[in-house]
């Protein structure tokens, strides 16, 4: 085991005992070590706060560092240094595509199931404005898109990224507690008007494992009410590591209290998104990111050493 990591086994073990946060940990540990050749901060999965500026924790090319600079550019310690956070992966996922269409319009439809003519460049963090006019809060997507299908028919994709995350409960009577049990808020008028829950909507919505989905799906649907005029579909699409049960068991049961799961909801895996990206590329300047992504983010099935 890398020794500064040691630590935060036992505490891993108590949060996840599925292992996948202990063996990603891990897996960033090695990578910084072995791969970005530089020593680590407090724990191995932390870069030091000068390799951290140089923006080593994201993908060197198409732009990435400079639409990580441009977003946040005061240094954040979660995003510029904590390789095992997820702030910074959707730069590193999506922003590439930015730079072919041809390669987003074929990746995006065959993640949606059906044919798409046009797809716009991906949008990170992104909520609309203003916020009253749609759910009034702080809910964001990690990345935003914009299509047309075959038919001349927009639509858009909230995009949530996920890693290691596992559900976190609400502290009782805290804000967001009170504002998700307040039958008269922003949610419940989009909820009702959207009629894409079964039975209307259901308790179930609230636990733990589906609230942040159901309130992106509710940002995407604010957004298809409030501008019926132009979009005909909102999809919400979850990306995240095969191994993470916790985001696979969620989307499976969150799947199941949506009427029309196939075209409002879409769980997509980072093994998945890979492969497609080497299948539908056509330039091999899309390769060495790939590759990347596979060496930086599939974490290895074995246990973590004792």
Not at 45 to 70: C, H, Q, S, T, W
Not at 71 to 98: G, K
Not at 131 to 155: H, I, K, M, P, Q
Request: hydrophobic share 35%.
């Amino acid at each position: 085991m890398i020794p500064e990591i040691g630590a935060q086994v036992a505490k891993d073990r108590q949060r996840d005992p599925t292992g996948f946060l202990g063996r990603a940990r891990l897996h960033q540990s090695r990578f910084r070590a072995e791969r970005l050749h530089v020593p680590c901060g407090r724990y191995g999965n932390y870069l030091l706060e000068a390799d951290a500026r140089k923006g080593l924790n994201v993908f060197d090319g198409f732009g990435i560092r400079d639409a990580l600079y441009a977003r946040y550019p005061a240094f954040n310690r979660n995003v510029y240094a904590n390789l095992l956070r997820s702030e910074h992966v959707p730069f590193n996922f999506f922003i590439p595509l930015n730079s072919d269409a041809a390669l987003r319009r074929e990746v995006f439809s065959k993640w949606l199931g059906f044919g798409l003519s046009v797809v716009d460049e991906i949008r990170i963090e992104y909520a609309p404005m203003p916020r009253g006019e749609f759910l009034n809060d702080s809910t964001s997507f990690d990345a935003f898109v914009e299509y047309e299908d075959e038919a001349g028919l927009r639509g858009l994709v909230g995009i949530e990224v996920k890693y290691t995350e596992r559900p976190y409960p609400l502290g009782k009577n805290s804000k967001e507690d009170r504002n998700i049990l307040d039958v008269g808020s922003a949610y419940y008028r989009v909820m009702t008007t959207s009629g894409i829950y079964r039975g209307g909507w259901s308790r179930s919505l609230l636990r733990d494992e589906y609230r942040q989905l159901w309130r992106n799906q509710l940002l995407g649907e604010s957004i298809l009410q409030r501008f019926r005029e132009r979009y005909a579909y909102a999809t919400l699409m979850v990306v995240y590591p095969k191994d993470n049960r916790h985001v696979a068991e969620a989307c499976t049961g969150y799947s199941r209290l949506l009427t029309q799961p196939e075209y409002t909801f879409k769980a997509l895996t980072y093994e998945q998104f890979i492969l497609d990206i080497r299948e539908h590329t056509t330039s091999d300047i899309f390769l060495p990111w790939a590759d990347y992504l596979q060496d930086r983010y599939i974490v290895p099935s074995q246990p973590v050493n004792q």
